[in-house]
């Protein structure tokens, strides 16, 4: 437990880049799709695979220009954006589906993997930035509920946990641990919300209790890759924590669900 505090003291200081928002922003979201797609990438070459990695970060790279000129340059608008978007896709496919022919001795998953991780990680990630370009300071409920849910589920299953949630993907977590971490995250995001925006209780809590299962499934998901890859941990990077993928992992699937859901509840 000492481990995770300090770990989770050492890791604070990113969220200073949250709260600056803009560029700095943009530059940590890059730099965390960057070394989480290489971690990702090692993990499967520790089963033995070879993803064509170049391939995902070429699509990382134009991912990250297309928000760039949408989000910053205003370049990019309307029909303009979505035949960026569409033509991104349609390279990334592209990409994972040539590697075959560059070399007779590449294996027919190679080409996928790398694509895989484009769409896992970066995709996910930039969520992140068109959260705090659209709504601001509500891109806080993405972290408060993904770590939130990690802390609250944390402590919960650790002093109440008994009946185990997924034994065969993650044998400490708990049903007990779940339901705190859902709890926790939609206190969290409540709490956030009385001190920055008192007119969005409720939906900053709702969105806080429905994000939560996401978070935890991010978590899940990322455990049942490493235990195929047949690691620990994706990274040494955070003490305690592993890899920059170990930290994020509930904050891939938390993004998307936190822009869509704010995005619906404001077109109504």
Do not use: N
């Not at 089963?47 to 391939?55: D, H, L």
């Not at 990250?64 to 949408?70: E, R």
């Not at 650790?158 to 049903?175: A, D, I, M, Q």
């Amino acid at each position: 437990m000492k481990t995770r505090i300090i770990s989770g003291l050492i890791m604070a200081p990113l969220l200073v880049l949250v709260w600056l928002g803009g560029l700095p922003l943009f530059a940590a979201c890059l730099l965390i799709a960057a070394m989480g797609m290489r971690e990702f990438y090692e993990g499967f070459k520790a089963m033995g695979r070879e993803p064509a990695a170049f391939a995902g970060y070429i699509s990382l790279g134009l991912l990250f220009l297309i928000v760039y000129l949408k989000e910053f340059a205003g370049i990019l608008a309307g029909e303009a954006l979505m035949t960026s978007l569409g033509a991104w896709l349609f390279l990334t496919v592209f990409l994972a589906l040539a590697v075959s022919l560059r070399r007779e001795d590449h294996d027919v998953f190679d080409g996928p993997l790398g694509a895989l991780g484009a769409l896992y990680v970066a995709f996910f990630c930039v969520h992140v930035i068109l959260v705090e370009r659209r709504f601001g300071s509500l891109v806080w409920l993405i972290f408060l509920a993904s770590f939130g849910t990690d802390i609250m589920a944390y402590f919960t299953g650790y002093f109440l946990g008994k009946r185990k949630l997924c034994p065969k993907l993650s044998p400490k977590k708990t049903v007990e641990g779940a339901i705190g971490g859902v709890l926790g995250s939609a206190l969290f995001c409540a709490v956030f919300a009385l001190i920055a925006s008192p007119d969005k209780v409720l939906i900053c809590a709702a969105a806080g209790l429905i994000a939560s299962p996401f978070a935890q499934a991010g978590d899940l998901i990322a455990s049942a890759f490493k235990r195929k890859m047949g690691i620990k941990d994706y990274g040494k990077l955070i003490p305690g924590h592993g890899g920059i993928m170990d930290r994020f992992d509930s904050v891939l699937l938390t993004a998307p669900f936190i822009y869509y859901a704010l995005t619906a509840l404001h077109s109504f």
